[in-house]
């Protein structure tokens, strides 16, 4: 079992640019679920996923979307990138609303 | 909106020795409470979801309690180890996702 991965581990943008990371669920897993991890800070919710759609969403402006996919997996994108837009993204997957929420290591996103 | 603290924000511990830290919430509108020790360059990993006041959970060496009513939390560890050393992080679960603390850093002394 690979467990949640995400891609790319890495990724330097700049400012007004738009970006898409990825996230594959720990198999058996049809929910995911995106955070934003600033520096000095908890991660914190974007938004949920599950059968193909946005199930629930955290106090994060129109610019943060996503996708999930028939398979499970799952975008995010952010447009207009903004230098505080740096930071770690976590992808956690979950069955259904199950309290058991697994991770994967995120992506770092650099906005220069 | 939910607010989660986390004290100690940094913690020197001597190999062997037991330590606490704890977790408070000032409302208790969550579903369960859950602790992820996050290992540098690894993934968040969940140790303990705890949904009921009283709740107790342990695993090895390391457990958990819960009061809901008074509004905290507190993660123990006993006989600490070097591989123990870790940020240990406090989320509570609601409506919307989880809401994580800033977390405790856990430093492991030889």
């Avoid at chain 1, 995010?76 to 992808?91: F, I, K, P, R, T």
């Avoid at chain 2, 996702?97 to 856990?106: E, I, Q, R, S, V």
Wanted: hydrophobic share 30%; net charge neutral; aromatic share 12%.
């Amino acid at each position: 079992d690979a467990g949640v991965t995400q891609s790319p581990t890495h990724l330097i943008k700049t400012r007004g640019q738009q970006v898409t990371l990825r996230c594959s669920p720990k198999s058996g897993h049809d929910t995911v679920s995106w955070y934003q991890q600033a520096l000095g800070q908890g991660p914190q919710f974007i938004f949920q996923y599950y059968e193909e759609e946005e199930r629930q969403r955290g106090n994060f402006p129109d610019r943060f979307s996503g996708h999930q996919f028939p398979n499970y997996s799952s975008e995010l994108n952010v447009n207009a990138l903004l230098l505080g837009d740096s930071a770690l993204y976590l992808c956690a997957s979950s069955l259904g609303r199950g309290l058991w929420a697994f991770f994967g290591q995120g992506t770092r996103l650099t906005v220069v | 909106i939910l607010n989660v603290e986390q004290s100690p924000q940094s913690l020197h511990v001597q190999e062997g020795d037991s330590t606490n830290f704890t977790c408070s919430f000032p409302s208790s509108n969550f579903y369960a409470l859950h602790w992820y020790r996050w290992e540098t360059a690894k993934s968040p990993e969940a140790l303990f979801v705890m949904t009921l006041n009283g709740d107790e959970k342990k695993k090895g060496r390391i457990s958990a309690t819960l009061n809901t009513k008074e509004g905290y939390s507190y993660l123990y560890i006993k006989g600490s180890q070097p591989e123990d050393s870790a940020t240990y992080l406090c989320a509570l679960g609601g409506a919307d996702g989880l809401t994580f603390g800033k977390g405790t850093h856990l430093i492991i002394q030889p």
